[in-house]
């Protein structure tokens, strides 16, 4: 149990750059994700904490020992890998018994040990089978029982869900953070589902081509989104996001007219609020579109417009109903619109 | 009636090819034991020129010997001629061979099969260009320095160079077999607690068995069969059982000698047959892709 911190840590394969100057400091029972698109970087950060990986450069700190130069077995960690990595001609038993054999914790506790990290993962009637012989959750809470059988510094779990399907993902995705609160040991998760990422995390790390996007809790993510990455990357629809001009705290693109917001920016802009942040009338101050399709969603319905060259998304009641094409009016508060800049995506303030 | 046809046509393919199988499995088989049966006869029975029937009969054999099975060939090629002393040299050999190949093949092979550098590929390569050399290129190079040196007829030198012919084949197998393990395997070792040999050694290996297993067969055929550098590189008394046969088949003038050499082909195949049958469940997993993954 302790902190992790990662300072300036880079990786580079000859020209290619997997990692650029991750910074970060995570505090001591913290549940950390690292969520982002496929091939952002997001093992090979997680690889380079656990040893797997040598760092180009920048430093790597577990609790107050730097350890780069560190093997893999002298870091203190249990990793949980995407694959599971079980040895296929042990038992189960044998499995989550191997930690703690080599490393040489007296004979008379194994059995203890070993039962103990079996109950909690739930796998009491299944300790004399080999991993061939069991489900792909069955094999995925052996990964977790191996991993959770001795205390470490810190786990690393790689994506150790993606194997399952949606409902055992669900339960197992409850029991991981049931464990992780009972253990109460530093997690370091990699995940590219963001309901993973909202679930679990304490903090969330976005990360895209090998960069840190935003690290924060998950609402803040939700509500303040770093930069446009982000606001497009998280929530489910995605942020709408509309290139426009801003003028004296007047926004204005194709179909779209926002006032009352904040004055001191002005030339082009992305301005974004999501999509049931919308609410459906006939005011000036707002969206004037034709349907462009409608999706009806059971809980509500969902309206897409094109405004201002973008495809948006508006929710609305469940007994919503519109032909495509006919015109609709929605209003926008302007302290939900989140603004952008246009070149760097990046947020800007929003004080008035 | 249409059942009948329907019937009838598996039964039609059946019976061929069971009468397939048995005709080769006499093909294949019968020289063999042809040989083993003849191998207790006398020289005038098992190689009479006017009547082959006498081989089967044995009426010289029952004449000499006063039975009609003798073990005289055995008796000749084993004792008197020294032939045990050729199995222990093969022994010897063959032991070693096998040992020193499966040593460097698994770890040359596991450290080819885990780098990332391009150089492996042409280390492979090269490895698979001194395979495809016929042997005997190589003995001829080497018989000069081994002359000057005064190694040539020890069996130290027969065994390094065995190894140096058949290691290639070695590195490749088994570098074939270590790729077929995924990765996780040795990283999850490693973060469990290993280290980068004890991950190997308790974890790889453990999965690769029957990939060893199959290599070390062959790698113990290879030396066992081999003529070419054994006969070259050996002197008399280090002979192995191949060049053995060859040299009591050379001696046809004593009446008796061509027996012993029957006789000694019988004693050098009979461990290959208990070889394979112990080893064949590991060997067809060896040969059978994917076996041995989780
Ligand atoms: N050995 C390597 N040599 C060169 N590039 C590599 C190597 N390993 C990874 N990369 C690159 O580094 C980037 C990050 O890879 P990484 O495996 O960390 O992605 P990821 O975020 O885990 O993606 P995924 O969600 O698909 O697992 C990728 O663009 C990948 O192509
Ligand atoms: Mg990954």
Redesign the interface.
């Known amino acids: 149990m302790a902190e992790i911190r990662l300072n300036n840590v880079c990786k580079r394969w000859g020209k290619v750059s997997g990692v650029d100057n991750f910074d970060l400091h995570i505090k001591d029972e913290e549940f950390l994700v690292l969520l982002g698109p496929s091939g952002c970087g997001k093992s090979t950060t997680m690889r380079m904490i ?3 990986e040598d760092v180009s450069s920048g430093e790597i700190w577990l609790g107050d020992r730097m350890v780069n130069k560190l ?3 002298d870091r203190d ?3 949980v ?9 042990m038992t189960v038993y044998e499995n989550i018994r ?2 703690i054999k ?2 040489k914790v007296p004979k008379e506790l194994h059995h203890e040990q070993v039962m103990k990290a079996a109950e909690m993962v739930d796998l009491v009637d299944f300790l004399h089978r080999k ?2 012989e069991l489900s792909g959750g069955q094999r995925q809470r052996v990964a977790l029982g ?1 991993a959770i059988v001795r205390k470490p510094t810190v786990f ?1 779990m790689d994506e150790p869900l993606s194997n399952l399907d949606a409902k055992l993902r669900v339960s197992t995705r409850a029991e991981i953070k049931n464990l992780q609160f009972r253990l109460k040991t530093t997690t370091i998760y990699v995940t590219h589902d963001q309901i993973e990422a909202m679930t679990l995390a304490d903090r969330v790390v976005v990360m895209n081509l090998g960069r840190i996007q935003q690290i924060a809790t998950p609402t803040e993510i939700y509500d303040n989104p770093a930069n446009t990455f982000v606001a497009g990357f998280i929530g489910n629809p995605a942020m709408n996001l509309i290139k426009g001009t801003i003028e004296s705290g007047v926004f204005s693109a194709e179909n779209i007219r926002i006032e009352g917001l904040p004055s001191q920016h002005s030339g082009p802009i992305t301005l974004g609020f999501r999509a049931e942040d919308a609410e459906l009338k006939e005011v000036q101050n707002a969206i004037n579109a034709p349907v462009y399709a409608m999706e009806l969603l059971g809980d509500s319905s969902m309206i897409a417009l094109m405004v201002g060259g973008e495809l948006i998304n508006i929710k609305a009641p469940k007994d919503f109903r519109a032909e495509i094409g006919s015109q609709v009016s929605i209003g926008i508060n302007p302290s939900h619109c989140h603004l952008f800049d246009a070149e760097s995506g990046d947020r800007l303030s929003q004080d008035i | 009636m249409e059942q009948t046809t329907v019937n009838r046509r598996p039964l039609l393919l059946s019976t061929t090819s069971s009468l397939f199988l048995v005709l080769w499995l006499i093909v294949a088989a019968f020289p063999f034991l042809w040989t083993v049966w003849g191998s207790f006869k006398v020289e005038a029975d098992f190689f009479s020129r006017e009547n082959w029937q006498l081989a089967i009969t044995g009426l010289n054999t029952i004449g000499q010997t006063g039975s009609a099975f003798t073990g005289d060939g055995y008796q000749g090629a084993w004792i008197e001629r020294d032939f045990w002393k050729a199995a222990w040299n093969t022994v010897i050999v063959t032991v070693s061979v096998t040992a020193i190949s499966l040593v460097l093949g698994t770890l040359g092979g596991y450290a080819l099969a885990r780098s990332a550098r391009r150089y492996t590929l042409w280390i492979l390569i090269t490895a698979l260009v001194f395979r495809a050399m016929p042997h005997i290129t190589l003995v001829s190079g080497y018989m000069l320095p081994f002359f000057e040196w005064n190694v040539w007829g020890a069996l130290p030198t027969a065994i390094i160079v065995l190894v140096a012919i058949n290691q290639p084949f070695a590195l490749w197998m088994l570098h074939s077999f270590f790729l077929s393990i ?1 990765k ?2 040795d ?9 980068r040999f ?1 991950a190997f050694r ?2 790889v290996i ?2 690769m068995w029957p990939g060893v297993i199959t290599t070390g067969l062959f790698s113990f055929l290879l030396a066992y069969n081999d003529f070419a550098v054994t006969a070259m590189l050996l002197n008399q008394d280090n002979q192995t059982m191949v060049p053995k046969i060859a040299s009591f088949l050379g001696t046809v003038q004593t009446e008796g000698a061509v027996m012993y050499a029957v006789a000694a082909v019988v004693s050098a195949t009979v461990p290959l047959f208990m070889l394979v049958m112990f080893f064949q469940r590991q060997i067809v997993s060896g040969l059978t892709a994917g076996a041995v ?2």
Do not use: H, I, W
């Open positions: 656990a040893g797997l093997e893999p077995k960690v249990s990793m890998f995407q694959s599971y990595g079980l040895y296929p001609n191997f930690p080599v490393r991993p061939a191996r690393l | 995924p996780d395997l990283e999850s070792a490693m973060v469990d607690g290993c280290t004890q308790q974890v453990p999965v993954k989780g």
